[in-house]
């Protein structure tokens, strides 16, 4: 294999999607399509978002303090490409995902979703100087799951198939394949 050095970014990364649902002064729902973001561990698991520059969504987090991350799925994909190329500023985008309210935060929740995290705002770091940008650690206060994912009935490999995420790469929408290559630690054992 030979290598070259270029100047690109993190095309080959891959990277999740989530839809981070806030609400409006109004209490309609406002839905963006985010990937710069990470888990880390710090005593619990959090949720570390970045969103840069000026956002509908990014006004209503710091407002809120909370927002939901929907995991975007292939069923959710039309819309949330959507929500992603449209700006809250200028659309409003409250009939694009029916939503109902969260278990434990006032975040909404879009109906048709499978997984969604409620977050809460723990802190907020300003990585410019214009603070424009914002990158968040949340705690993660309630997931909100379709059963079939929750309990024993279905193999691992059946629940992916359910719920077919989807990630991003070189600006493409990419499907998972639902095949497990084995759990972690499975492969300690070096000839
Ligand atoms: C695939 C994809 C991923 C995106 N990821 C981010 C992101 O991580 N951070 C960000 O600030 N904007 C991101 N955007 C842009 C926002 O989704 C876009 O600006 C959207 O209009 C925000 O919605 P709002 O204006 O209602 O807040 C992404 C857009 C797309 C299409």
Not at 23 to 36: A, Q, R, S, V
Not at 152 to 157: A, M, P
Request: hydrophobic share 30%; aromatic share 12%; glycine share 6%.
């Amino acid at each position: 294999m030979e290598k070259v050095s270029y100047h690109g970014t993190n095309e080959y990364c891959p990277q999740p999607l989530y839809l981070y649902g806030t609400y409006k002064e109004d209490g309609k729902p406002n839905y963006g399509l985010f990937c710069w973001c990470a888990y880390c561990a710090v005593e619990a698991e959090k949720f570390v978002a970045c969103i840069g520059q000026d956002k509908l969504t990014r006004d209503l987090i710091r407002k809120n303090g909370m927002f939901s991350a929907t995991v975007v799925t292939e069923k959710l994909l039309t819309d949330a490409d959507y929500c992603g190329t449209h700006p809250g500023y200028q659309f409003d985008k409250v009939d694009v995902l029916p939503s109902e309210k969260g278990e434990k935060l006032n975040v909404p929740v879009p109906i048709e979703a499978q997984y969604t995290l409620e977050l809460k705002v723990e802190y907020t770091l300003h990585p410019n100087t214009d603070y424009d940008s914002d990158i968040y650690v949340c705690s993660i206060e309630n997931v909100v799951a379709d059963k079939r994912l929750i309990g024993d009935e279905l193999t691992f490999e059946q629940k992916l198939e359910l719920l077919r995420p989807v990630v991003t790469l070189e600006g493409k929408y990419v499907p998972i394949d639902p095949r497990s290559l084995g759990n972690w630690g499975a492969f300690q054992e070096r000839e």
